[in-house]
């Protein structure tokens, strides 16, 4: 049987491009490398402080940022400073003490071997944040609020789980 001009060519069209498909990979990095600056510019602006799954934040409107330092962490167990367990909250609650001694010494321990760079850090006194459940008692925190205090940690920061304020929801809807 006589093949047609046009059958002829699509024959040896067919035949020419038989072998493997090749794969375009220039689009494929064009797209990874958007996606990469995407998440780089984007993840900069979130700060997590470390997680326990038995501490439950309280929640608030803050507005600011936390600050990168020491981190006094209450659970119903224990009190722990920079993931270090200096006492527990038993002990601590039993006691008629206004402070926590072990945790008063943690604190200093902390404080010699960073010392201060110039006076007005010096007048400012060190920066902590007290991450508590929002269960733990006021006298609790008063206690570790006052030995943070004594052990010259006076810039004292709460953490809280920040909830959208109602601007910022309508914002995110309108």
Same mark, same amino acid.
């Given at each position: ?52 799954? *038995? ?96 052990? *010259? ?22």
């Amino acid at each position: 049987m006589k093949q047609s001009r046009h059958a002829k060519r699509m024959a040896r069209t067919q035949r020419r491009h038989k072998g493997q498909g090749k794969l375009n990979l220039v689009s494929l990095m064009d797209i990874f490398t958007i996606l990469v600056f995407f998440l780089l510019v984007n993840s900069s602006d979130v700060q997590v402080l470390q997680s326990n799954k *038995d501490i439950k934040l309280p929640e608030s409107h803050a507005e600011t940022p936390p600050e990168e330092n020491l981190i006094v962490t209450v659970s119903d167990e224990a009190i722990l400073v920079g993931g270090r367990m200096v006492a527990e909250t038993a002990l601590v609650k039993l006691s008629k003490r206004s402070d926590i001694v072990a945790l008063k010494e943690e604190l200093e321990f902390l404080a010699k071997r960073k010392p201060y760079r110039n006076e007005e850090e010096e007048k400012a006194g060190r920066d902590v944040t007290i991450m508590g459940d929002k269960e733990i008692p006021y006298a609790l925190l008063k206690k570790i609020m006052t030995t943070c205090a004594e052990a *010259d940690y006076r810039n004292i920061s709460l953490a809280v789980s920040k909830i959208a304020s109602d601007e910022t929801a309508a914002a995110k809807e309108g």
